[in-house]
């Protein structure tokens, strides 16, 4: 049972452009959220976080944005730089617990 | 700079070798970690909780005797593999508890041949 989902394996967006990553949850247990980025052969390094009881996080280009009723959460890239691109994951977060969608590629093009 | 140490990097050996991947928290101690591994294009999978001074938590399907763990103080916990196989391939990243849970270890590329 897949808790975390990032259906889009995938994504590629032109330099300048927004990029959204999209993410759906199911356990409603999870008290807050958070988003990381993923080099090939490295730890993943945090980006940004939200708690359930908010609806939008902002820091920078990076925006998480949650909607409680249809457990959906986004991440907006915005403008997307060659830098960002990696793989992009998010988790639901109880207590200490994480649970790990399964990534999506970013490719921002130049 | 890092908080979370994790050593060695790159790991390439013989199928039979035991590996031991260590994990040390460089800022605090750290009562509880977390090892993950993680195969090519999909998510980090939890293996197991090590907590300091007791035995460690396993997740479903990960063999113990296989996956060995010990937290024997507060600011190093190593994950050994022992006997490993060419199926133990992987990447193997530690997550230390801290006020956020963002502190990752670098990870340990482990091949065997």
């Known amino acids: 049972d897949q808790q975390v989902k990032q259906n889009s394996p995938s994504l590629s967006v032109q330099e300048g452009r927004i990029s959204i990553l999209n993410c759906d949850y199911t356990?409603?247990?999870?008290?807050?959220f958070l988003w990381y980025k993923k080099y090939p052969a490295e730890g993943p390094t945090f980006l940004i976080s939200?708690?359930?009881?908010?609806d939008k996080n902002e820091d920078g280009r990076f925006t998480v944005f949650l909607n409680k009723s249809a457990k959906h959460l986004s991440l907006h890239i915005v403008p997307s730089q060659p830098g960002d691109s990696a793989v992009y994951f998010c988790?639901?977060?109880?207590?200490?617990?994480?649970?790990f969608g399964g990534g999506t590629r970013l490719m921002v093009k130049p | 700079g890092a908080v979370v140490s994790q050593h060695p990097s790159r790991v390439i050996c013989k199928s039979g070798t035991s590996v031991k991947i260590e994990c040390r928290s460089l800022?605090?101690?750290?009562?509880?970690m977390f090892w993950y591994r993680q195969f090519p294009k999909q998510s980090l999978m939890l293996m197991a909780t090590s907590n300091e001074g007791s035995k460690a938590t396993y997740e479903q399907g990960v063999e113990k005797d296989k996956f060995l763990i010990n937290h024997a103080s507060l600011t190093l916990s190593t994950l050994t593999v022992t006997s490993a196989h060419p199926e133990d391939s992987s990447f193997y990243i530690c997550?230390?508890?801290?006020?956020?849970?963002?502190?990752f270890g670098d990870g340990t590329r482990l091949s065997i041949l």
């Open positions: 939200i708690s359930s009881i908010k």
């Open positions: 988790a639901g977060a109880a207590g200490n617990m994480l649970t």
């Open positions: 356990n409603s247990m999870f008290d807050y």
């Open positions: 997550r230390r508890i801290s006020n956020q849970p963002q502190h």
């Open positions: 800022d605090f101690q750290a009562t509880t």
